[in-house]
């Protein structure tokens, strides 16, 4: 699996803690940035990682922030984006399980460095289910996203569907 990973200048030192974690659990990660504290506007980051997702470039996205809430809207944004804000293991596999969502976010001004280990870890040893239950209701939001991008005249292309 190969996953990327971004931040902005608030979420800097953890999301560098967590790109270690994974690494040292074997898992290839694509750094997206931001790479100093220095002051960066989460939307750039989120969006790259979205973008990439949506092409099939990475598979899944962890972005954190001060809160966990702007990277999430920001990917959010993105066509075909699922972003799950999570800063409890259940939450994070559901988020898989349930939701298939291709981004998990976290707030470093909210989580510690060892509950977020936690949230990571319970995130990407999930995967979604395609003949659960929960299929359908995310069909239901892909199908509606689709049907509104094409109402606003923009084609929908996404790789993230349910299945």
Do not use: W
């Not at 220095?38 to 980051?45: F, Q, R």
């Not at 291709?102 to 289910?129: C, H, R, W």
Request: hydrophobic share 35%; proline share 3%.
């Amino acid at each position: 699996m190969q996953i990327g990973i971004g931040s902005d200048h608030n979420g800097f030192q953890l999301k560098e803690q967590i790109k270690d974690f994974l690494e040292q659990k074997g898992i290839d990660v694509v750094d997206y940035g931001c790479y100093s504290p220095e002051s960066t506007d989460y939307p750039d980051v989120a969006f790259e990682v979205a973008k990439e997702i949506s092409s099939g470039k990475i598979e899944r996205g962890v972005l954190i922030c001060g809160t966990g809430i702007g990277v999430a809207i920001a990917a959010g944004k993105y066509p075909g984006i699922r972003a799950a804000l999570c800063h409890d293991p259940y939450s994070a596999e559901r988020a898989q399980k349930s939701n298939n969502a291709q981004v998990l976010t976290m707030g470093a001004q909210i989580i510690g460095l060892e509950a977020a280990k936690k949230v990571v870890e319970a995130y990407v040893n999930s995967s979604f289910d395609s003949n659960s239950p929960s299929n359908k209701k995310v069909q239901k939001i892909i199908d509606r996203e689709k049907e509104l991008l094409q109402t606003s005249g923009i084609e929908y292309e996404s790789r993230s569907s349910c299945s």
